[in-house]
Nanobody, 125 residues
Framework: VQLQASGGGLVQPGSSLRLSCAASGKTEDLFNIAWFRQAPGKEREGISCFVLSDSSTYYSHSVKGRVTISRDNAKNTVFLQMNSLKPEDTGVYYC???????????????????WGQGTLVTVSS
């Protein structure tokens, strides 16, 4: 499985961005796709997760209410719509995919088998 993240950029506070994660290969083996964020000098943290079998979604407290994760089945793509962006949303955003359901929590990095290359989001005035 290969993951290609895109859609990052430089935006002003209060703006919106939509990130895309295009999956290719044996995508039928995947259980969920998630987005992680790594801010400068900080650990990578889970932002949101989409469970492919039942379309259930999960969000971190830091983005809940401002972010929506969704899927386009036909294009094997998962989107992350981010609104009301804040400077603290700055970071490299990675998408990740897991073959099995998590044994700990959805935002545990060790649960993921595949990672995309990351796309940089900078929120600054």
């Amino acid at each position: 499985v290969q993951l290609q993240a895109s859609g990052g950029g430089l935006v002003q506070p209060g703006s919106s961005l939509r990130l895309s994660c295009a999956a290719s290969g044996k995508t039928e083996d995947l259980f969920n796709i998630a987005w992680f964020r790594q801010a400068p000098g900080k650990e990578r943290e889970g932002i949101s997760c989409f469970v492919l079998s039942d379309s259930s979604t999960y969000y971190s407290h830091s983005v809940k209410g401002r972010v929506t994760i969704s899927r386009d089945n036909a294009k094997n793509t998962v989107f992350l719509q981010m609104n009301s962006l804040k400077p603290e949303d700055t970071g490299v955003y990675y998408c990740a995919a897991a073959i099995e359901g998590w044994g700990t929590t959805w935002n545990d990095r060790s649960e993921y088998d595949y990672w995309g290359q990351g796309t940089l989001v900078t929120v600054s005035s």
